[in-house]
Structures are given as C-alpha cells and as structure tokens.
C-alpha cells in the first residue's frame, strides 16, 4: 500500500471511529431501552422522538442483545452496557418465551402481553445469535444453556431431514405453514445465511462438534443450493427440493421489501445480501479454522458481481438489487446493504489485494457520511433515492434495529485497522 | 499535607472518577430521557425499572437540564448530551410555560397535559438555574432570555417589597396563596438558598447590575434572617416579616421529609440545608469576586455545627437533622445531605487548612460508597436507617432527581483536584 492509501485510510478509520463513539451509539444508549417495561425500543422517527407504534419484535430484542453485546466485545464503549443487557434478557425470557408450546413469540406488546405467537425461525435465528454473543461477553450460563436448547429446538422441529436446510414459518405449537396463503412451504437464503452466522457464534462460544457439523452443512447448502457461482448471485426463495421460485412478498414480514404483485422472478439478485453473505462466510470460516485462501472461488464472483452491477459509480451507495445477468432494477439505497457493503468490500481487498474493491468502499462510506446518516441523530435514514433524495426518513422500526448500522462501523474500524496493520507488518 | 494524606485524596479522586463515569452517569444517560413524549423522566425503582408513576413535575425537568450541563461543562462526559437537553428545553417550554398565566406549571402528564397549574417558586427557581447552566454551556440565546424573563417576573409578583425576599405559593394565576390550608404565607430558607443558588448562575451568565444586586440582598437576607450565626445553624419557616416558625408539611411538597402533625420547632435544624449553604454560598462569593476569606465568620461556624452533631462517626454518614443547641433528632441518612455534606467539608477544608474536615468528607464519601449506592444500577438508594439497613429503596421519584447525586459526584471531583493541586504548588 502506498503511503497516501495508507493516510487516506487513517482518514476513514478516523472519521468512522469519531462518529460511532460520538454519534451513533450514544444515539441507542439514550433511546434502545424502554424503562417502563424493560426490553428494547427501537421505534423512531426522523426527530429521535418515539412513534406510535408501542409493540416489540421478537427481532428488534434479539438484535439489540446480539448489537450491544458485539460492540462491547469488540472494546467499544456502551455506557452501562452490562445491565442494559441484563434487563434485555430478562423481558425476552419473560414475555416472548412459550413455555407451554415452546419456541418464542415473534411479537408482544410493550408491556409483554403476546401479539403475534407465530414462531418465525428468522427471529430464533437472531436469539441464537444474541445469545451466544451475550455469553461470548459475560460468561453467563443461562444465556449459553438456551442457546444450545433452542438450536437443538430448530434440530427437532424446524430441520428438514428429507432435502436438508430449515422451515421458516410454524405456528404457536410449531405446525409448518406456508408463509402467505396462497403458496406452500418454501426455503429461502436469508434464513440460511442468518442461521449460519448464528450457528458461526454458537460453534464460537461452545466448540461443540454437533454446531459445527450443522454450521457446514447450512454453509454448503448455500453455495450448492442458493448461490450461482458463475455468476456470483444469490437467489432468494426455494421449493422445498430447492428448485428457485420467485421471491413473493410473505404474510409475516421482517423488512420493508417493496413488491410487484407476482413478486420477483429468478433473475433478481440482491447485491446486499450478497455482499453480507462473503463477510460472513468468511467469518464463520475463521472460526471453523479454515484459511480464507480455500473460499476464494465462493467469494470472489460476488465480489466482482457486486462491484460491477451494484456499486453506483454516479451517486455512491449499493443499488437495492438487480438482474443476475444484467444492470440493477431497483436503484434506491437503502440503509442496511450500504453497512455489509462497506465490510464486504473491506474483506475483499483483504483477501484479494486488490484495491478497486478499496474504491468501492470509498464510494459508499462516502455516500453514507454524506447522505444517509441523519446528523442531527447519529443513526441513519431507512431508504434514499438512486441520488440520495430522502424517501424513508425514519431512524427505526420494529425491523429496522441498530444491527446493521452499528455492527457495520464496528466491523468497519475493525477491518481498516487490519488493513493498516497488515500493511505495516 | 503529608504525602500519605495526598496519596489517600488520590485513591478518594479515582474511586469517584471511576464511579461517575462508569456507574452513576450511565444509569442516567440510559434513563432519564422519556422518548416518548420528550422530557425527562426519573421515576425508577431499585431494579431500574419504571415505576407507574407517569407525571413530570417541573422540578425533575429543571433539574434534569441543569445536572446535564453542569456535568458537561465541567468536562465530564454525557453521550448525545446536547440532543439530549435540546429536547428536554422543547418539552419544557411547550407543556409547562403557561402562555395566558405566565410562569410555569407544576406537574404535567407524561404527554405534557397539565396536572398541578400552581406556580411554585421553588420549581422557578431551578428553572432560572437550568436555563442559565444550559445557556453558559451551549451559547444558547432562547434560553438565557428565558432566564432573564423569568428572573424579572419573580421581582415583579413573587418578591415581597415590604419585608424582602420572595414568597412561594402561587395559584395559575399568580395569586399569592398560604402553602397548607391552615396556615397563612410563609417564606423559607431552602427557597432562598435555591434562589442564591439560581441567581449565581444567572449572574455568571449575564454580569448584569440588577442580577448581582438580586443576588447579594438574598445572601444578606439569610445570614441576617434565616442562618443563627453563634451555633451556625439555619431556621427552616419563618412568617411573612421573619419571625421563626415551626417547619410543617405543605399542601405542596418538593421531597418527602418526615413530619409530626405539630410540625418541627424553630429549635430544630437541617445539617444538609446548612452544609449545602456552606458551599453554594462561597461559590457566589467566587462569582461575585469576593474573596473567600471574608466569608469565614459566616461559614465556619457551620461547620463546626455539622462537624459535631450532623456526622455520625459510629455508622458514618449525615444524620438528617437535630437540635440546634443540642444534638440530632432524625439519625436516618437521606441520599441528599450525603452528597452536600462531601462537597461543604472539602470545601471547609480548602478555606480552613483543618484536616478534621478531611475525616468528615472521608467518613461520608465511605458511607456513601458503602452503603447508599445501590452498585446493582448506579444510582443512590433514597434512605437509610442509622445503621445503614435500607428503607427507601428507590432510585429516583419525581422528587428525587439525579441533581444532587451527580452535581456532588461532579463536585467531589473538582474539589480533591484542587485539593490535590493547591498541596503540590
């Protein structure tokens, strides 16, 4: 690395490092508890106040747990951290925990009253991972001991043992259903690849041979099944057997995906997912002990596939998705693509030394800094034009957590800090 | 001082450094803020948990601005702390100002609807106090003149210009009105200590004539009306033209003293009132430029009252209140005192050079460390008995707000700096 690569990445860990220890956290650590109940809030809009909504999501607890956890065992600061996660911990076990049909609610409401008691397994996916964090950080057993339970729970009642690869969406007492009425039982890659990187924190936290046996077979399911490696691409949902299907918008929701009535055929590719996936794969690879230079073939056609469709080299930031084979179809930006784009790319020129994949996160940060935090809050807008024009100003939902955006300026200091190490070794 | 007394001051400086910042600061930037509605809000039980107390009294908002700055302007750090009070000046100024009545409410709903309409002096007191802590960290104009509107609102309908000093129950319509049914107007000691206190602020932020001469005639008042300068003790209640009376319980209450029905004789004192005395008024000294040698006459005998019959040097700690020749009378230890007293026996110590004002201060902050933290949240338990056994297990009300505890933590530390500094030049 040439010395001015060198000081333009000082300036960017620089910069990145000031606005999470002066922004971004301080932003949660005011508003992510909600004292009356106990749990998290992450409902806010664009002025930081709280909106009406007043439920909590299965998810939004999960996240919370797993963000705080991850940004204090990377050495963050997160004033009371401790017992913030403490009380968290308690209103999840408390309130979303079934104990008579097992499983956890997908949402309650503020004050713990069940809402809606479908068990979604992407949400108990997010609980392994919360989990296992929280016990990677304190050692508490409680929180390890249900890890481990709820992912033999996913063994015995969400597994598929016929074509391998997990359900999604079951009822109270854990009957499969399909996810909206008019289709059957499906797969999809955002399950798969939160439940590798869930089973990648409980392998971390446990080193238990079962985990690890279940976090290299949902990693080859993905790169047989889900992913074209010719292309780079991921595709989203599957039949049971793993023929694509297209990607339909589902009864229960965790984001505000936008849809056309028949949905999206085959062809469409989200780059964010993609690009979130390499990161992640390589990660669980470290923790399986396998050296990042055997995955090459698996990443390095998203990378490129990623650089060339989804990077807007006019605005700056990652397109939302588009053709397989082909240019970007929905060219808004959305807030959590650019924060696994930006860690993506880092690990890229990681593992490749190649710096377009360096400009690429340039591109983003830069559009990120620029356009899609909301300054006035620390946290960022939900979703911008192709130009940056505000369209979602709001900074959370029951969906959108503090995951993303804070997991993502963690990793990035993390990774730059490696970038420049490395280079001084 | 001997360098063992130093290195002793040097382990007090770090434990309280240590706390401030990683305990008790903590609990509050995690709490105080309502988002809901905007605000603060410091009703918390002993786990930290919202209590159902829902109402914001004027006080909790007031003080809650005033404690944020202060914190921020003596350097100490508060995360998002400007957004933080920018929100709490919103609220405050649209849900309690009352635009046709003037002045400002008493207790408004968590959504800011009114509740208690009365104008309490006491309340306006820490809100001409806050402003001017808010506008000297921030510049903030709205806020200074706000300050100053409501400083010359208290000469034109509060002050008394026949026998000085201020009254203190008003109803919406800035009647004056006795403070309990069966007793007429009053004036007392603990408003004009909150007025001195309040008038200082606003001195140092506008070095107006008319605030410095407000200022100086309040100080004169209570050493010449409230505070007996032979024992150094302070009367609490007194009529209209200054003859002592019984301390009784008002309609309107700022706290939760304890009384009998015939009240609290004139023979009766409060060690917190006359030790927190000590400090505020030396600190206007300081903001008036009057060296604090002419104020020995004034202080010391104080001191010495407190330093004899207020410390409890069996169990450690500030009894609450006693005779005035003679000794205490209430032996429980109430959160507040604790944190006056340490900062009035450093002082004592700064302006006396008498080390037993050393072993207070340490006989305090060991109580305090010991037994009034509750460590589990950050925050002080509100009351103990004698012994140190608890009996109110609180963490705040709408009474006790986080004002006294972080303001003496603050102060502790800025007062072995100087401590430790003045020793080494």
Redesign the interface.
Known sequence: MSDSLVSEMQEYLKKTKNYLD?NL???W???A?E????GF?TN?DRN???TDITEKSFLSQCRSIFTISHAMRLGFNW??GE??LK?GIEFLFENFRDNENDGYYWIVEEDGKPKDVNKIIYGHSFLIYGLSEYALLTGNDEAKNEAIRIFDLLQEKVADPKDKGYFEHFDQCFNLKGARGDIGTHKSLDVHMHLMEAFTTLYELTHAENHKQALVEVIDLIFDKMVDQDTGTGMAMFTNDWEPISNVELDTVWGRDRFDEDGKATDITSYGHNIELTWLYLHAQDVLGIPREKSLDRVVPIYNHTYEHGVDWKYGGLYVEGKRMGAATEVTKEFWQQAEAMIGFLDAYLVTGDKKYLEAFSNIHDFVFEKMINW???EWFALLAEDGELIWDYMGTSWKVFYHTIRGTCQVIKKIEKIINKDQV
Chains 1, 2 share one sequence.
């Open positions: 002066n956290i301080p932003f650590v005011v508003n508890v004292s009356r109940y106990g809030q806010y930081g106040k709280r004033p009371n017992q913030v009380q006035e809050q620390g």
